[in-house]
C-alpha cells in the first residue's frame, strides 16, 4: 500500500515531479519539460497482444518518427514484450519517458527509502536487473523506430530519507543488459523442452483433470532448491517429490555441493555407518568424513548419561 501510494504520489499532476526529477538528473541538452505540456497518451487497449501494439505505437508517435519536433513524453504502466526462450513475456515498467532527443529512458519507482542520497546496494541491484529487462524489450522496438535510442541508464526514484518525498538516483545497466542478453541466448526454447515431454501432455488448466495435470506436472524433470519457495509456485509440489525421492536438494544447494556424489538422504546414512555407497568410494573425501563425523557423533552420544538424549539417538 505504501509502495502504491508513493508511486500516485510521483506520477501526480501529469507526472510534474517525476519529469523535473528526470530532467534534474538526466536531462542534459534537452529542454526543461514544461508543467502540463507534457504529453501523457491513453495506453488502454484490449488484451496483452493489444497493449503491447497500442505502446509501440505511442513511442513511434512520441519519438517523432514521422518528422515532426519530438516533445516530452510521459507513459505511464506501458506493456513491452520479450521474446524469452520461444514464448513472449509481457513486462510493465512503471513508466517509460522519451525525450524531446529521441531518447527513451525506463524509470523505476520503489518504495524503499534512499537516505543520504544512497539505498541498501542489494535492492538496487535487483531494481537494475529488473530495469534491464525492460530496456532490452524497449531495444527491440526502438531498432524499428527511426531516430529512437534507449538509454542504458534508468532512472530510480524513491522516498527521500524517512518521508514520502520522491529524490532519485541514475543507475547504469549496462552490466545487467549484457549479462540478461548472455542468459537469454544460453536459454533452452521452449520447443526443445516440449519435444521432450510425452505425447499429448497438457498444462491447459480449463480442459485437463487434476489427475491429468498432475500426471503432466510431474513428467516435467525439476531441480528443486529450497530457494524455489521464495520464487516458483510450483515449490510445494517440487518440494514434496524433492523430499519423498530424498533428494539431498531438498537441504539446499550448500549442502548439496558438500555432498559431491551422494545424491540421496539414504545414500549419505548409509555411507556414514559405514555401507558402501552408490557411486563413491570408500576413500572419497565425503564419505570420509561422513563416517568421522557419524563416529564423533557416536562418542559424544556415549559420554553422555543414559537417557539424557534420547530424543537424539
Ligand atoms: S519449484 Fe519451480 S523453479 Fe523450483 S524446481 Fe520446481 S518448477 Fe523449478
Keep these: 500500500m505504501r509502495g502504491n501510494a508513493f508511486e500516485a504520489r510521483v506520477k501526480a499532476d501529469g507526472g510534474t515531479e517525476l519529469m523535473r526529477l528526470l530532467h534534474e538528473r538526466m536531462g542534459a541538452g534537452s529542454p526543461p519539460p514544461v508543467p502540463g505540456e507534457v504529453l501523457v ?22 519519438t517523432g518518427a514521422d518528422g ?16 524469452v526462450a520461444g514464448s513472449p513475456a509481457y513486462l ?6 522519451v525525450g524531446p532527443d529521441g531518447r527513451w529512458t525506463v524509470v523505476e519507482i520503489k518504495s524503499f527509502p534512499m537516505i543520504d542520497s544512497s539505498a541498501d546496494p542489494a535492492k538496487v541491484g535487483a ?4 530495469a534491464a529487462v525492460y530496456v532490452l524489450a524497449l531495444e527491440r522496438i526502438a531498432a524499428r523506430t527511426t531516430g529512437a535510442r534507449v538509454d542504458h541508464s534508468v532512472l530510480l526514484v524513491c522516498p527521500r530519507d524517512f518521508s514520502n518525498l520522491p529524490t532519485a538516483s541514475v543507475v547504469d545497466v549496462r552490466k545487467q543488459l549484457s549479462v540478461t542478453r548472455r542468459q ?16 499429448g501432455t497438457s ?8 489427475a491429468e495435470l498432475t500426471a503432466a506436472v510431474d513428467s516435467v524433470t525439476a531441480a528443486y532448491a529450497p530457494e524455489c519457495l521464495a520464487a516458483c509456485e510450483l515449490a510445494f509440489h517440487c518440494r514434496g517429490r524433492a ?15 558438500e555432498l559431491g556424489g551422494l545424491t540421496t538422504v539414504g545414500a549419505v546414512l548409509a555411507a556414514a555407518r559405514g555401507e558402501s555407497a552408490p557411486g563413491t568410494a570408500d576413500d572419497d573425501p565425503t564419505v570420509v568424513a561422513l ?6 557423533r557416536a562418542e559424544a552420544l556415549r559420554s553422555l548419561p543414559e537417557g539424557a538424549v534420547a530424543g537424539c539417538r
Excluded at 488502454?44 to 512520441?62: D, H
Excluded at 498444462?203 to 487434476?210: I, V
Design 184 to 199: 537469454l541466448t544460453r536459454l533452452t526454447r521452449i520447443e526443445d523442452l516440449a519435444a521432450e515431454l510425452p505425447e
Design 68 to 83: 515532426s519536433p519530438g516533445l516530452w513524453t510521459l507513459l505511464v504502466h506501458p506493456l513491452v514484450a520479450l521474446d
Design 243 to 257: 523430499r519423498s525421492a530424498g533428494a539431498v536438494e531438498a537441504l539446499g544447494r550448500g549442502v548439496r555441493g
Design 41 to 62: 497518451p491513453d495506453l488502454s487497449a484490449a488484451g496483452p497482444e493489444g497493449r503491447v501494439a497500442r505502446t509501440a505505437l505511442a513511442l513511434r508517435e512520441a
Design 127 to 130: 531494481a537494475a536487473r529488473q
Design 291 to 296: 563416517r568421522r563425523a557419524a563416529a564423533l
Design 203 to 210: 498444462f491447459d488448466l480449463e480442459r485437463c483433470s487434476q
Design 92 to 97: 510493465e515498467p512503471d513508466a517509460v519517458v
